[in-house]
Nanobody
């Protein structure tokens, strides 16, 4: 059974850091296109970071330089290191297994329609 289980969200003050984790099972994690999406209230979930089977990463402009996506293939775990957090980063964050070929495993090329499996989501709250 394909499953993604997230952890690590919480509340933090502006400028703080958080690390989100997503444990994967049931598929070949090392080769997968994985992403982190956030749920903007009233809008469709949007990708903020992606990583492909070769560990090539991409980021939304709004988070570049502050968020870092990585993975540990041995632990089958995806991470999102969040730093210099802003109140506007407050959202639900979801990890995702994205059914998209490696050349297109970029935040500018993926959308919710490409996601095969979602994690349960974890809340990140940043106070000013």
């Amino acid at each position: 059974q394909v499953q993604l289980v997230e952890s690590g969200g919480g509340s933090v003050q502006a400028g703080g850091t958080l690390r989100l984790s997503c444990e994967a099972s049931g598929f070949i994690f090392s080769a997968a296109c994985m992403g982190w999406f956030r749920q903007v209230p009233g809008k469709e979930r949007e990708p903020v970071a992606s990583i492909d089977g070769s560990s090539i990463t991409s980021y939304a402009d709004s988070v570049a330089g502050r968020l870092s996506i990585s993975k540990d293939n041995t632990k089958k775990t995806l991470y999102l290191q969040m730093s210099s957090l802003k109140p506007e980063d407050t959202d639900m964050y979801y990890c995702a297994l994205v059914f998209i070929s490696s050349p297109r495993c970029r935040v500018t090329s993926m959308g919710v329609g490409d996601v095969g499996v979602w994690g349960q989501g974890t809340q990140v709250t940043v106070s000013s």
